[in-house]
T-cell receptor, first 113, second 115 residues
Framework: GESVGLHLPTLSVQEGDNSIINCAYSNSASDYFIWYKQESGKGPQFIID?????DKRQGQRVTVLLNKTVKHLSLQIAATQPGDSAVYFC????????????FGKGTLLTVNP | DAGVIQSPRHEVTEMGQEVTLRCKPI?????LFWYRQTMMRGLELLIY????????DSGMPEDRFSAKMPNASFSTLKIQPSEPRDSAVYFC?????????????FGEGSRLTVL
């Protein structure tokens, strides 16, 4: 079936640099997307979301970009800090469902001091 | 608020034994989810409750798995009998769904190892 596609790649950045984590989704009917952060030994934690009627949304140090034409989602983290080291998941909500989230497999972000 | 509370945090058991995982959702939330996380399959939805009623259990692997939500503040996920392939981290999440999907609040998970 269709799914959000991540194969647990690893991204290593220096403290203070900006990070960009990418996600390709395949379900063109999805209309809501979320980014979650999961630290080792903990549950996923909400970072930011975006609906399909938007192409950009900003939070505190984070920005999510949505390109529906190529079905691509990205999470940008400004001035990355050691505390940002974690696995980042994108998730999509298929249109017509008010509860289903399909998660990708995650990207491991490592921040070097 | 204390967040979603799960117990036990870690469980090691032998094949064939019964396993019961517990979850206390955030007060006021009307939706509860059980997810399973493995390296191979990532996060998978097992079952979804709304107002204590199971709405979607299509993700429950087989009859060995069952889940209950007797009231708004408690849910269990039971595996009987357990098998080594059930080894995973099981997450409970809760949310207030008012018509559209929104943020899920996850517990810290129960790591299950079946020997």
């Amino acid at each position: 079936g269709e799914s959000v596609g991540l194969h647990l790649p690893t991204l290593s950045v220096q403290e203070g640099d900006n990070s960009i984590i990418n996600c390709a989704y395949s379900n063109s009917a999805s209309d809501y997307f979320i980014w979650y952060k999961q630290e080792s030994g903990k549950g996923p934690q909400f970072i930011i979301d975006i609906r399909s009627n938007m192409d950009k949304r900003q939070g505190q140090r984070v920005t999510v970009l949505l390109n529906k034409t190529v079905k691509h989602l990205s999470l940008q983290i400004a001035a990355t800090q050691p505390g940002d080291s974690a696995v980042y998941f994108c998730a999509e909500n298929p249109q017509g469902s008010n509860y289903k989230l399909t998660f990708g497999k995650g990207t491991l972000l490592t921040v070097n001091p | 608020d204390a967040g979603v509370i799960q117990s036990p945090r870690h469980e090691v058991t032998e094949m064939g034994q019964e396993v019961t995982l517990r979850c206390k959702p955030i007060s006021g939330h009307n939706s509860l989810f059980w997810y399973r996380q493995t390296m191979m399959r990532g996060l998978e939805l097992l079952i979804y409750f709304n107002n204590n009623v199971p709405i979607d259990d299509s993700g429950m692997p087989e009859d060995r798995f069952s889940a209950k939500m007797p009231n708004a503040s408690f849910s269990t996920l039971k595996i009987q009998p357990s098998e080594p392939r059930d080894s995973a981290v099981y997450f409970c999440a809760s949310s207030f769904l008012g018509g559209q999907v929104g943020e899920l609040f996850f517990g810290e998970g129960s790591r299950l190892t079946v020997l």
